[in-house]
Nanobody, 119 residues
Framework: QVQLAESGGGLVQAGGSLRLSCADS????????MGWFRQAPGKEREFVAF????????YYADSEKGRFTITRDNAKNTVYLQMNSLKPEDSAIYYC????????????WGQGTQVTVSS
């Protein structure tokens, strides 16, 4: 059973940084490719970043390249998203999920973590 839990969001000024974490208490996802997604008010959920099960392969949405870094610690069953140089347009609820390329595999989502970037 998927029990994803995202954390680390908050309010930050433009140019600031946040580190998000994602853990799954229901299963071990060390063999799964994982991704971060986000949803802003009035918009559809969109892809942010992908990391392969080994952590070797990563890629990002174009707007996040060079600013965000996705990593994982399989020993801790946790995926991270380091976000630097944040912009107001990065404000959204951020979610993690098992990923296949730039899409989420599962329809089951956690609560997400709110990121708000003030200008």
């Amino acid at each position: 059973q998927v029990q994803l839990a995202e954390s680390g969001g908050g309010l930050v000024q433009a140019g600031g940084s946040l580190r998000l974490s994602c853990a799954d208490s229901g299963r071990i996802f060390s063999n799964d490719n994982m991704g971060w997604f986000r949803q802003a008010p009035g918009k559809e959920r969109e892809f942010v970043a992908f990391v392969s099960w080994s952590g070797v392969v990563t890629y990002y949405a174009d707007s996040e390249k060079g600013r965000f870094t996705i990593t994982r610690d399989n020993a801790k069953n946790t995926v991270y998203l380091q976000m630097n140089s944040l912009k107001p347009e990065d404000s959204a609820i951020y979610y993690c999920n098992e990923a296949r390329s730039r899409a989420a595999v599962s329809d089951s989502w956690g609560q997400g973590t709110q990121v708000t970037v003030s200008s």
